[in-house]
């Protein structure tokens, strides 16, 4: 027996039982990371450029405005609903902060909180209309996606774009670098630390409840992986100009966010709604609380979102915001593996996603291909991570696991 009740040694336990996951269709992440490389592998073969610490400091920053919106989207997609209006929300918030602080001279902290608060009210009329009324969410945020549009353009007047200051707050967001090379370091050995703890810890607590805990192995093996990869990324960082700020608050919005999902009661009641409305109100959960709640966090990350894509071009314009945003950010979060059909997913689905996302656009400008191929080539990824999906579903309804 080792320390977390297998039957066997952590060598010959950890392998079997990861195989036997996957059979069973639970695949977690395994698709998205193999997507991930291989399109890292075509793409550096290409052009020798593209795994260089310049461009993959950049890749850094840009998956950050996009991922934001898609954490907001994860809300919604697992309680089985969709969100399409969250392009024009982060094109709404945005402009309502460059407004405030560049044409009223608004100090930037109220004006950022300001747009927060907006997408936030934002997602609780989404919410209310959705959950009380019983309006399909498709119809309520696709008039959003039309209407919000129609109140920027409103909002922004005659200025077709809005220059922020360059040495504001927002603008720094996506400009600022931490050059001591302990920075991106010490970040690496905390996130390898943190996660090999409360991996232990959760191991610990599942096996004195009796159900079934990875192993020592398996943590070793994953804590081992995240090492490589975090130290990895940490060395080609400080190889450009150190650690971005706007991937630390991305890191640190998605931990935090991730504990809310997998370690609080609101998390659980998230889950329980994905699985099933009915099961869900029986089980004595405030559903119409719920699913409100869900669009205004949709909201919130929108707007956030819309302020870190404003500081990486350092304007707000009206042309700005695209139908490619809101496909980027959906897409994003199903291709991480957050489930269509609600109920399974993680926040680290938005961080996986983007990733591959921002890749493919990094890939197709540094060859200089038409955008047309990035498209083409998205919508592709997009497809087979609905498939794996589907067929993963099947495979755990077989197994008797869904």
């Not at 991106?184 to 004195?208: E, V």
Request: aromatic share 8%.
């Amino acid at each position: 027996m080792n320390g977390f009740g297998d039957p066997g040694g952590p060598a010959e336990r950890f392998p079997h039982a990861f195989v036997r996951r996957l059979r069973a269709g639970e695949l977690g992440s395994v698709p998205v990371v193999a997507g991930l490389l291989l399109i890292w592998i075509v793409f550096q073969l290409l052009n020798s450029h593209f795994l260089s610490p310049r461009n993959l400091s950049n890749l850094s920053v840009d998956i950050v405005g996009t991922g934001m919106i898609a954490v907001g989207v994860i809300f919604v997609l697992l309680i089985g609903e969709i969100d399409l209006s969250v392009g024009s929300v982060s094109g709404l918030a945005s402009a309502l902060f460059a407004v405030l602080n560049v044409n009223h001279g608004m100090p930037e902290p109220p004006a950022v909180i300001l747009a927060a608060l907006c997408g936030t009210a934002v997602g609780l009329v989404h919410g209310f209309f959705t959950a009380a009324v019983g309006v399909p969410a498709f119809v309520v945020t696709l008039a959003g996606l039309l209407g919000w549009y129609g109140l920027m353009l409103a909002l922004m007047g005659s200025y077709g774009s809005i220059n922020l200051d360059d040495q504001g707050l927002v603008v720094q967001l996506t400009n600022y670098y931490f050059g001591d090379v302990a920075a991106a370091y010490g970040l690496a050995a905390l996130g390898t630390a943190g996660y090999f703890l409360a991996a232990r810890r959760d191991a610990k607590r599942r096996h004195a409840a009796g159900v079934p805990a990875r192993s020592r192995g398996e943590i070793a093996v994953r804590t081992g992986a995240l090492a490589v990869v975090a130290f990895a990324a940490a060395y080609v960082l400080n190889q450009f100009q150190g650690l971005p700020l706007a991937l630390l608050i991305f890191l640190a919005v998605l931990v935090v966010l991730d504990y809310v999902l997998r370690r609080t009661a609101y998390g659980r009641m998230i889950f329980a709604l994905g699985g099933g409305v009915e099961a869900a109100r029986r089980a004595g959960i405030n559903v119409t609380w719920v699913r409100i709640s869900a669009f205004m966090m949709s909201g919130l990350m929108a707007a956030i979102g819309g302020l870190f894509l404003a500081s990486r071009i350092s304007s707000v314009s009206q042309t700005a915001i695209s139908t490619n945003l809101l496909m980027n950010a959906i897409a994003a979060a199903v291709i991480g593996g957050t489930s269509l059909f609600g109920g399974r997913g993680s926040i680290w689905s938005a961080l996986l996603g983007v990733l591959v996302i921002q890749s493919i656009a990094s890939g197709v400008t540094l060859l200089d291909i038409q955008a047309a191929v990035q498209y083409m080539i998205t919508g592709g990824v997009l497809l087979l991570a609905v498939v794996i999906d589907s067929l993963s579903r099947r495979a755990q309804k077989t197994h008797g696991r869904a």
